[in-house]
């Protein structure tokens, strides 16, 4: 492949690795950066080009596993978290119910949700929403958490911040931006929601882009696999990154910042598109 075509795969990595785990919706800036700039799908073909945005998701996943080892093998009894209270443990079981909401409604509605949600025009109505959404929950979540550890996680915490997800499957809305927010409505401090958001992404992740590669195996194509390959690697990088930056934030600056930062980008993609 063309060095040219290459750095388009470095970058659309670095848009997901970068964009995936802050809840600014990695979605929505993949759409705006490949089906309004990169177009990728002119040199790839469609379904190539839809199954690269899976593999570099792939990137992703497996940063989340790289940080969060320790807790993933707790989740299932083969690691003890150092200070882990014997019977107050965050399990496989939390996951579980945080996920399901999501995913059951995720099958029931995905053609709906192919369909009629993934155009520019909705991205920017749910980057405004989902900006709304993150601004209430700094605003009108508890001063002091009741939850500052995911040990501290109940059952029906995990349920609710797993209905809450759902807005999630609005693209643009951002998973990261919905959990988080609402697990801080819920009484989760800012750090724990987005642990929470983090260890949930795995099996969905994982989930969606083992359904799509199977539905796209066909259209895989060999030639390309050197812009699967950069993609990839450029995604698990910059995951890595964003992921170890993005925790030391959010306790820090909270959810505003992010919120003002989506809503520019749904004024300029408004200008650029109606205007």
Not at 36 to 63: E, H, P, Y
Not at 85 to 106: D, E, M, S, Y
Not at 111 to 140: C, Q, R
Not at 201 to 222: D, R, T
Request: charged share 15%; aromatic share 12%; net charge neutral.
């Amino acid at each position: 492949m063309e060095i040219i075509e290459l750095l388009k795969a470095l970058l659309l990595g670095f848009v997901e690795g970068m964009t995936e785990f802050a809840p600014v919706s990695s979605t929505g800036h993949m759409i705006i950066v490949d089906d309004l700039w990169l177009q990728t799908k002119d040199f790839l073909g469609q379904g190539s080009a839809n199954t690269f945005k899976v593999v570099i998701q792939l990137g992703s996943i497996l940063a989340v596993v790289f940080i969060f080892w320790k807790r993933l093998l707790s989740l299932v009894g083969l690691h003890k978290m150092e200070g882990q209270a014997p019977g107050h443990r965050f399990n496989v079981g939390h996951v579980l119910i945080g996920i399901l909401p999501a995913g059951v409604l995720g099958l029931l509605f995905e053609d709906v949700i192919d369909s009629y949600l993934f155009t520019i025009e909705w991205v920017i109505v749910s980057l405004f929403v989902g900006a709304i959404f993150m601004i209430v929950a700094d605003k009108f979540g508890p001063k002091n958490p009741s939850i500052t550890t995911l040990d501290d996680m109940t059952y029906g915490k995990a349920l609710k911040v797993g209905l809450i997800q759902c807005l999630s499957l609005w693209p643009g809305f951002s998973r990261s931006g919905a959990t988080i927010s609402g697990g801080v409505l819920l009484g989760l401090d800012h750090k724990t929601a987005a642990d929470f958001t983090f260890i949930m992404a795995v099996p969905i992740m994982f989930g969606a882009s083992a359904v799509s590669l199977i539905s796209n195996f066909e259209e895989i194509n060999m030639s390309h696999l050197g812009f699967y390959v950069v993609g990839f690697v450029s995604a698990f990088v910059f995951a890595l990154i964003s992921i170890k930056f993005f925790l030391k934030l959010i306790a820090r600056v909270k959810l505003t910042p992010f919120a003002i930062y989506r809503m520019v980008l749904a004024a300029v993609l408004a200008f650029i598109v109606f205007l």
